[in-house]
């Protein structure tokens, strides 16, 4: 059984950095891209960035240059460092991972349960 879960979201004042963390565990073979999704209330959910196993990233264009996302292969976790945050940042975060459990099954879709960012003063 594979689980993802992130870890790091609170409540920060505008201007302020906050990381977050996503660990997937269980029966895991490979992983190849990892990122984070987020929905504001009332929005949908939209891309934030992706990772793949290689390094290459992908922003959504609102978040580039505040937010970096990183990974580290031998601890199947990805961060979100995300900077300078504003009040439009507020959203619950997700995680995903694109994870074989086996050499024998194909890759599917993980997801967090989710986390809070609150910006605000």
């Known amino acids: 059984q594979v689980q993802v879960e992130e870890s790091g979201g609170g409540l920060v004042q505008p201007g302020e950095s906050l990381r977050l963390s996503c660990l997937a565990s269980?029966?895991?073979?490979?992983?190849?891209?990892m990122g984070w999704y987020r929905q504001a209330p009332g929005k949908q959910r939209e891309l934030v960035a992706l990772?793949?196993?290689?390094?290459?990233?992908i922003y959504a264009d609102s978040v580039k240059g505040q937010f970096a996302i990183s990974r580290d292969n031998a601890k199947n976790t990805v961060y979100l460092q995300m900077n300078t945050l504003k009040p439009e940042d507020t959203a619950v975060y997700y995680c995903?991972?694109?994870?074989?459990?086996?050499?024998?099954?194909?890759?599917?879709?993980?997801w967090g349960q989710g986390t809070q960012v609150t910006v605000s003063s």
């Open positions: 990772i793949s196993r290689g390094g290459t990233t």
């Open positions: 995903y991972a694109n994870i074989s459990p086996s050499r024998s099954q194909t890759t599917m879709t993980y």
């Open positions: 269980g029966s895991i073979f490979s992983i190849n891209n």
